[in-house]
């Protein structure tokens, strides 16, 4: 739709609510790689790059980095893009974000067709991860995290922590941790006020009938499961928003595309 102007001058309205869209965007993409860097530096990947090609899980880290480098160059390119009448970085702004909503509604169509293999990708992805559990900071923290907030242990079960050097129930493992799973396991003892981080320890040199005492015996990608039906309403509207907030970016690029080739058309 093109609106027929009196005076050759683009919205005002359409203009800056594409640049206050955008600002937070920047902005947030800024504190994104801000934290990114900050967190590589704090593990000293700054000072010495090779140790990206080093780890053996994966670091979060990267999609942090990645947000943020993807929302800071979006959120750029629609600030300037509004505040200069640039039709080339508004069309860039529009494509990146068209592109991207294209990728989420496939991979949620995808997931939905092919749940086994999903699922299975998943447990081989946390496996990969268990290896290495102490080998990265926020690879750790992460999985503690997801073990604590699910009550969960391993991928599908707490043996899975014998892929780890340090867990495995190995006869030659000389590490203190063996035969044991981390403390994000372990139940919850409300009065404990300090986290017992040694309470996993030789769990599982135990009978497994007595690993309820002291340890969830769940596995992540059973809860996981678990959690996703109760929650589909939640996780429905989460993407309903996010899916809302890119059509309004790209209505708000494109209207305003169509304004300013409007107003260059009476030249």
């Known amino acids: 739709m093109r609106y027929q102007y009196k005076n050759a001058e683009v919205s005002c309205c359409y203009k800056y609510l594409m640049f206050s869209y955008n600002i937070m965007f920047w902005l947030v993409g800024a504190a994104f790689l801000g934290i990114g860097f900050w967190a590589w530096s704090e593990k000293g990947v700054l000072s010495d790059l090779s140790q990206v090609t080093r780890q053996n899980g994966f670091d979060p880290v990267w999609v942090v980095l990645v947000v943020g480098t993807v929302t800071f160059v979006l959120g750029f390119a629609g600030c300037v893009g509004a505040l200069r009448e640039n039709i080339c970085m508004l069309k860039f702004f529009c494509g990146v974000i068209g592109v991207i909503f294209f990728l ?15 699922r299975e990708w998943i447990s081989d992805f946390f496996l990969t991860n268990v290896k290495g ?10 999985i503690d995290s997801l073990q604590r907030t699910n009550q969960c242990c391993g991928a599908q079960n707490p043996n899975d922590w014998n892929r780890n050097n340090y ?3 190995t006869d030659d493992n000389p590490s203190r ?14 009065a404990q006020a300090v986290v017992n981080t040694q309470c996993g320890y030789d769990i599982r040199a135990r009978p497994e009938r007595e690993w309820n005492n002291v340890i969830h015996v769940k596995g992540c990608i059973p809860a996981l499961e678990a959690w996703l039906p109760r929650n589909l309403y939640i996780v429905a509207g989460v993407f309903i ?3 809302l907030l890119q059509m309004l970016g790209i209505f708000l690029a494109r209207t305003l595309i169509g304004d300013i080739e409007a107003v260059n058309s009476r030249f």
């Open 133 to 142: 559990y102490r080998d990265d900071i926020d690879l750790q923290n992460l």
């Open 167 to 169: 867990f495995n129930c």
């Open 104 to 118: 989420e509604l496939t991979a949620g169509v995808l997931s939905f067709l092919f749940q086994d293999t999903l």
């Open 241 to 243: 928003i996010i899916s």
């Open 177 to 190: 941790e063996r035969c044991g799973v981390p403390f994000s396991c372990c139940l919850a003892d409300p």
